[in-house]
């Protein structure tokens, strides 16, 4: 009961982005189920005509059906860029084959004796085409389209990723901040939208072929209205956009933040990480909300706004290790320690830039950061006890697991064992806690707000100071479960607003203050 | 009025319809007769021009159709097929009036041509709102007949038009067309399979065999005059019925007795059959028949019986 008043609490307190996400996910569904209408018909009509091509035709509509929603969206991107274009084309495509082939198998199915009666009355192809063979095959043809419907509902929410809208911006947001009010604000309305709309197009199905005429002149109509609502809000405006994540937009050391401390207005799309650098590079988007050691700001000669104002906690890197640990294995602490302050964060970004995007393997980059800062020793070849090593399943931390673990081979006695790949932050910790891995590279921010999770004056209080909030997280991770955390590696992997270096010097905009001043000019 | 000379049809190596030549005379009825596969379908077909003949000419009021335009030639063209193939997404009246709305007929003229013909095809006035589906068989087949007479074309083509009928239904229509005034002045062209119906509705016949024509004729040509062995054996089985219905009173006058003490009688005009039928649904001992000269005639079973004998003998012999 409480959870459903929230629920309701939550939907009514973020109606307006709500209905403009309805709106959104409507008009996608609609203007894709247009185009995909105005093409899959005449192709099921061609290949009624022409059989031998149904198959080829048919083929090529169930293989592009088959390919996964997000690769079919990633696919999109490098020919048509981000938001409404590439989403509307990969929707018209997943709703193209149930279209396709109900025409095809709509106007094969009709009595051929019909037709022949038509054709000995004198009518000319066109006429049998739109007398005769559409009106016959309607019921199985609106099938097709109901299919094609509530397929694009479902579909339309992966749109959010590639900052086209729709009620998945609310259930994506939500996945990533384990919000569950927020994921089931995105998707009630998403199902129940996908009921609704099944469900008119049943009875439009019930109804005999004379008010059938009359309603699907009238939903026609309708279509193009619904159309446009996606059409028209998204031709205002030029100036900036930004494209910030799910989970930057819900957070309030994101998005929210940017509103209440700097009063930023920017118009904002939401897009998946995977896809906003090279959306930022394309010039596609002017801003966005990365990760400031990201490899791909390097690769995408992207710029790091300053956060004059504090509201992005610090994430500081350090290796945080089980008290057992050190107790067992004497040297460790000194021996990771022996990276503490070496990298930086443009080092590290530079780190992230080649395995990321130079593809080299994370060993190669270890080997090459240790021999240039001096660090690197050949291995003992020990035979003491296994350390193991764990790491979260991203690039940067694979990079810090094989430093670390050369490190600990090439000083001691020690063997290595590195167990990367151990997913997000609860794996990881809850290995550290368990003794399945001895230590792993973890970020104060994250220790912080995913794990101590305090309540928001502390967080308000010491997160803008660095060495507060690692003192703070340094002490109660000592208290609560034994673990130490040892002195930060050096850099900084926090939120980011971020824009392109270019644009950056010709706007003179180098602070979030300065962007907001910027915006308000303009 | 219709004429086909040397038109054949070939499906890759088989030959559907091979050299067939006839010609129709305006306001005739000529039947294609033979079993399934015969090429009388497609013979038909031909002349309206939904199969395409591969050789020959098809001449329709001194017009070669061969390079007419489709679409026009069709619209002059009556067609009743054994489905039917009625809309099903049109009401009856919709169905009457495709091809005058094909050819934008005004409103009014539309809606009185087809009472018109409800009228006198004997569909119920109601019925025009349904929709076929909501129609028994027979009513169906009069409503696909008078979507082909709508627009009064000269020529007709009927593809077994009672074949989807049961057999009650089928005697009793088949009469009622016989004498449709609307079909009188009709062209016609009628394809079947069913030789009693054949002979009821011919002026003449065409019996086909493999694509070929085997012998056209009037009926009594084919009964009495076979021209080949298939012709013969072809109707051998009702040989005696057929016999019967078709020679009529006045066929066999001359073998029949005077009576000039009667001054009124059925016409000479109906058939040795139906002159039986009457005589035994009667229980009458004689019939009296006068013909077009005003003289008049009587007899009992055994003197019909034994005129029809007669008549037999000598029309083979001839």
Redesign the interface.
Same mark, same amino acid.
């Given at each position: 009961m409480n959870e459903q008043q929230t629920l309701w609490q939550f939907m009514s307190m973020e109606s307006d982005k709500l209905l403009s996400q309805t709106v959104q996910h409507i008009g996608l569904t609609f203007i894709s189920l247009l185009f995909a209408i105005a093409i899959g018909l005449p192709l099921g009509i061609l290949i009624a005509r022409r059989r031998k091509l149904s198959g080829i035709i048919l083929g090529i509509a169930g293989v592009l059906q088959t390919v996964p929603s997000i690769a079919l969206l990633g696919f999109m991107i490098p020919i048509l860029g981000i938001g409404a274009k590439p989403a509307i084309v990969a929707l018209l495509i997943y709703a193209l084959l149930p279209i396709i082939r109900n025409t095809y198998t709509g106007i094969i199915g009709i009595?051929k %004796?019909?037709i022949?009666?038509?054709?000995?009355?004198?009518?000319?192809k066109s006429?049998i085409l739109f007398k005769?063979e559409i009106?016959?095959a309607m019921p199985v043809l609106l099938a097709g389209i109901r299919t094609a419907t509530v397929i694009n509902v479902g579909v339309a929410t992966l749109a959010s990723y590639i900052a086209a809208g729709g009620l998945g911006e609310f259930i994506f947001g939500g996945i990533s901040l384990n919000n569950t009010n927020m994921i089931l604000a995105g998707a009630i309305p998403a199902a129940l939208l996908a009921i609704l709309l099944d469900g008119l197009l049943a009875l439009t199905q019930k109804l005999?072929?004379k008010k059938l005429k009359k309603v699907l002149i009238f939903s026609s109509v309708f279509l193009i209205i619904l159309t446009a609502f996606y059409v028209l809000p998204s031709a205002y405006g030029s100036g900036l956009k930004a494209g910030f994540t799910p989970e930057f937009m819900g957070r309030q050391d994101g998005d929210l933040g940017l509103k209440s401390a700097y009063g930023l207005k920017i118009k904002t799309v939401v897009i998946s990480d995977a896809v906003m650098y090279k959306a930022a590079f394309s010039k596609e988007l002017d801003v966005i909300s990365g990760y400031s050691t990201d490899g791909r700001l390097k690769a995408f000669g992207l710029k790091i706004l300053k956060d004059d104002k504090g509201i992005f906690p610090p994430y500081y890197a350090a290796p945080i290790v089980n008290q057992a640990s050190l107790n067992k294995f004497p040297e460790l602490e000194d021996v990771l320690n022996l990276l503490a302050g070496k990298i930086t964060d443009s080092v590290m970004t530079d780190l992230n830039y080649r395995t990321d995007y130079l593809h080299q393997t994370p060993e190669k980059v270890a080997i090459d950061f240790l021999v240039k800062v001096g660090l690197y020793k050949s291995p003992k070849g020990g035979a003491g006890e296994t350390i193991k090593i764990g790491s979260k399943i991203f690039g940067e931390q694979y990079i810090l697991a094989e430093i670390y673990s050369m490190l600990i081979k090439g000083n001691t006695n020690y063997k290595v064992e590195t167990k990367t790949g151990l997913g997000g932050t609860k794996i990881c910790f809850d290995a550290l806690v368990n003794n399945q891995i001895d230590f792993y590279p973890e970020y104060t921010g994250t220790g912080l707000l995913a794990i101590l999770k305090p309540d928001n004056k502390i967080v308000s209080q010491i997160s803008h100071n660095k060495d507060e909030t690692y003192k703070y997280v340094s002490d109660e991770f000592n208290k609560k479960y034994k673990i130490k955390w040892l002195k930060p590696i050096g850099f900084n992997n926090s939120y980011a607003l971020m824009m392109r270096q270019k644009q950056s010097s010709e706007i003179d905009v180098n602070t979030i203050t300065d962007l907001k001043n910027y915006l308000d000019k303009n | 009025m219709i004429e086909l000379k040397n038109v054949s049809k070939k499906y890759g190596e088989a030959v559907a319809v091979n050299q067939v030549s006839f010609d129709v005379k305006e306001k005739e009825n000529l039947v294609l007769l033979g079993t399934s596969g015969c090429g009388k379908t497609t013979t038909l077909k031909m002349i309206?021009r939904?199969i395409n003949p591969d050789e020959g000419e098809i001449i329709i009021n001194g017009q070669n159709i061969i390079n007419q335009n489709?679409?026009? !030639?069709?619209?002059?063209?009556g067609?009743v097929?054994q489905?039917?193939?009625?809309?099903? %997404?049109y009401t009856v009246e919709e169905n009457i009036a495709?091809?005058p709305e !094909?050819l934008k007929w005004d409103k009014k003229k539309i809606q009185d041509r087809v009472y018109e013909l409800t009228e006198k095809l004997h569909l119920p006035a109601n019925s025009l709102k349904l929709?076929p589906n909501e129609l028994s068989g027979g009513q169906q087949q009069r409503v696909g007949l008078a979507?082909a007479l709508v627009s009064d074309p000269a020529v007709l !083509?009927m593809d077994e038009p009672f074949g989807a009928l049961d057999n009650v239904t089928r005697t009793s229509i088949r009469k009622e067309f016989k004498d449709l005034e609307e079909l009188k002045r009709k062209t016609m062209v009628m394809v079947t399979h069913d030789v009693e119906e054949a002979f009821e509705l011919a002026d003449r016949i065409c019996l086909m065999d493999k694509g070929q024509i085997m012998q056209i004729g009037t009926p009594k040509e084919l009964l009495f005059n076979p021209a080949n062995d298939f012709a013969k054996k072809f109707l051998d089985g009702q040989r005696l019925a057929l016999e019967f219905k078709i020679v009529t009173i006045e066929d066999i006058w001359e073998k029949l007795s005077n009576r000039s003490s009667i001054n009124k009688g059925l016409s000479a005009d109906i058939s040795v059959w139906d002159a039986m039928e009457k005589l035994r649904n009667n229980q009458a001992a004689e019939l009296q028949f006068s013909n077009n000269t005003q003289e008049y005639k009587s007899a009992s079973f055994d003197e019909l019986i034994k005129a029809f004998n007669q008549y037999k003998n000598f029309t083979k012999h001839e």
């Open positions: 009595d %004796h019909i022949e009666a038509a054709k000995a009355m004198g009518m000319s006429q005769v009106p016959l005999d072929f | 309206n939904l489709t679409e026009i !030639l069709r619209k002059g063209i067609y097929m489905n039917i193939g009625l809309f099903p %997404h495709i091809v !094909l929709f979507r !083509l």
